[in-house]
């Protein structure tokens, strides 16, 4: 398994500490306020928005609160003033990185992110220097204890889905964006139970790297992932299965 796929099946067992200091509620209504904010507030019409939604979902938010968060969107309730910034750049070892944040401060945003990659060895680039490394798509987590890989196979690939993969305890789901709410709510009308789903940059290829070098890019991902503005971030790193555990034991 890639690296960075392994980095985001270990953090989705951490998830339920990171619910509870809200911080991955407060992502993702940031996401439907500004997919509602871009598209309107009909999620049939709205791509952006329905891939937020389902993302909300799948992580347990209360209807209510996906509501709110749409109302926030078209103007309907009071909502801060969020804008989306994107940094590029590079860990160590050469290791590409794209940084997304959705911010009520941009200069105090870029400040957190530049000390971050300055901290851990890393390089602040310009925009479009790795983002052409990267291909979008739709990934869902699945629990392999709550399904069958032939029923999963048949469900998500009569809905639209490219791939799909096992490795350990879990199968992961690969789409186009397009067509990722259809197979997550596709998978859910079948009675399949989702642990994660979002549309994220997945690297083309990948980057190796070992020893320090390994700790001190997964801990600048690491830092940078705790960002309050920090939606999300996509690196191609590959590191060795025993340094990422260690550093996320160490967290």
């Given at each position: 398994m890639s690296?960075?796929?392994?980095?985001?099946?270990?953090?989705?067992?951490?998830?339920?500490?990171?619910?509870?200091?809200?911080?991955?509620?407060?992502?993702?209504?940031?996401?439907?306020?500004?997919?509602a904010?871009?598209?309107?507030?009909?999620?049939?019409?709205?791509?952006?928005?329905?891939?937020?939604?389902?993302?909300?979902?799948?992580?347990?938010?209360?209807?209510?609160?996906?509501?709110?968060?749409?109302?926030?969107?078209?103007?309907?309730?009071?909502?801060?003033?969020?804008?989306?910034?994107?940094?590029e750049g590079y860990g160590p070892g050469g290791v590409a990185i794209i940084v997304n944040t959705q911010t009520d401060n941009s200069n105090r945003t870029t400040a957190e992110v530049r000390h971050a990659f300055s901290k851990h060895n890393g390089n602040l680039g310009?925009?479009?220097?790795?983002?052409?490394?990267?291909?979008?798509?739709?990934?869902?987590?699945?629990?392999?204890?709550?399904?069958?890989?032939?029923?999963?196979?048949?469900v998500g690939l009569e809905a639209g889905a490219e791939d799909i993969t096992q490795?350990?305890?879990?199968?992961?789901?690969?789409?186009?964006?397009?067509?990722f709410s259809a197979v997550n709510d596709a998978l859910a009308k079948a009675g399949i139970a989702v642990t994660s789903a979002e549309v994220r940059l997945i690297p083309q290829t990948t980057t190796r790297v070992e020893g320090r070098q390994a700790e001190q890019c997964l801990k600048l991902i690491q830092h940078l992932e705790e960002l309050d503005d920090v939606s999300s971030v996509?690196?191609?790193?590959?590191?060795?299965?025993?340094?990422?555990?260690r550093v996320m034991a160490a967290a």
């Open positions: 690296g960075h796929n392994k980095w985001s099946s270990i953090k989705h067992k951490k998830a339920a500490v990171d619910a509870k200091r809200g911080r991955i509620f407060t992502r993702l209504i940031r996401e439907i306020v500004m997919a904010r871009e598209g309107g507030g009909d999620i049939n019409g709205n791509s952006r928005l329905r891939n937020a939604v389902a993302a909300a979902r799948a992580a347990n938010m209360p209807s209510k609160n996906i509501e709110n968060a749409i109302k926030k969107g078209t103007g309907e309730l009071e909502g801060e003033e969020i804008v989306e910034v994107t940094y310009n925009v479009g220097c790795v983002s052409f490394l990267f291909d979008r798509k739709g990934i869902i987590e699945v629990d392999a204890a709550t399904t069958t890989e032939e029923k999963l196979m048949e490795d350990g305890d879990s199968f992961t789901v690969t789409t186009d964006p397009k067509d996509a690196a191609n790193f590959e590191v060795d299965d025993d340094v990422m555990e």
